[in-house]
């Protein structure tokens, strides 16, 4: 079997800004979560039997006290903000499996998700439904995959490697060295994209470059200014690196079987007239009728 894993947070946020408003009859936004439910059952209509969905019930994480920069709601449209409990209520009357973070973050969830699923001898693939760049460094050979659903395309370890020029495991200490604007932290001065890969690739994390720039330092461009930004940010380097790694021990699932879909609650078609959206329960109904049969 594949199982899937939904990064609830990035669909809600691209199917706000994607979908036209839609206001209930209580004066409430609600489109963006229509959208996603919508989207997770075409998911099901087409196939998916096993899937799980994790959100950022709350947006901070243990990483802001760690970096006083790192991404907070604030600016956030309030309009999506007070749709992340209407999407985690929707979700769970609809059957699905759901994972709302506050202490870790929503790719935590999915990390943890995704190792504990490999490690299955049911599973055949896991499928980690986001383009995050953070959630790269769960590839794991061909057994571990991103999918790009707007895109309908397959990251496995060659796609990481062809992307960011580092293979999984160095996501994290690439993203310390580049930066990660989404997540609020800046990297070090001087290292982009091409160095930061041409170095690890090399020596394969942070730790092991010399802090005395090694056979490295004057064998490309700029590189002995980007040597003694190392040598004195390396804390800072470790410490974007720590905010890049994901948790993989968030407690999300104890048996496979827990992610398989077994229909709607029966509160679904009640929470869908809310949503002004019969249709939705209309779909799931006849979904569970099908798999029933």
């Known amino acids: 079997m594949d199982v899937y894993l939904l990064d609830g ?8 800004f994607a979908l036209p408003s839609h206001i209930n009859k209580e004066g409430r936004e609600v489109a963006a979560t229509r959208g996603v439910l919508a989207s997770v059952l075409a998911m099901l209509e087409g196939g998916v ?5 994790a959100t950022d019930h709350v947006i901070e994480s243990f990483r802001n006290e760690l970096w006083p920069g790192y ?14 409990q209407l999407l985690e209520d929707g979700l769970q009357a609809l059957g699905i499996t759901l994972w709302p973070m506050v202490e870790l973050e929503a790719d935590d969830a999915l990390a943890s998700a995704a190792r504990r699923a490999s490690k299955s001898a049911d599973v055949e ?21 991103l999918l790009i659903r707007r895109k309908n395309s397959i990251i496995d370890e060659a796609g990481v490697i062809a992307k960011f020029g580092v293979s999984p495991e160095a996501i994290p200490d690439y993203l310390a060295l580049v930066g990660d604007a989404a997540d609020g932290y800046p990297g070090l001065p001087g290292w982009g994209p091409a160095s ?3 170095i690890l690739r090399r020596y ?27 040598r004195e940010q390396r804390h800072l380097a470790l410490l974007f690196k720590d905010l890049a790694t994901l948790r993989t021990d968030a407690d999300v ?17 009640e929470f869908c007239h809310l949503l002004d959206a019969p249709r939705l329960a209309e779909r799931a109904a006849k979904l569970a009728r099908a798999g029933n049969s």
């Open 125 to 145: 693939r896991v499928l980690i439904c986001s383009p995050d760049k953070d959630l790269a460094q769960c590839v794991r050979d061909g057994r571990v995959v």
């Open 9 to 16: 947070t990035y669909e809600l946020f691209r199917h706000f």
């Open 71 to 84: 991404k907070t709601g604030a600016g956030v449209d309030q309009r999506l903000l007070q749709q992340f």
């Open 253 to 269: 699932f104890n048996s496979i079987e827990q992610l398989k879909w077994g229909g709607p609650r029966d509160d679904f078609p």
């Open 204 to 230: 394969g994390s942070i730790e092991a470059i010399p802090l005395d720039g090694g056979d490295w330092a004057g064998s490309m461009l700029g590189a002995n200014n980007r040597a003694q930004t190392l």
């Open 196 to 198: 930061a890969a041409a």
């Open 49 to 53: 039997t096993h899937i799980g969905v």
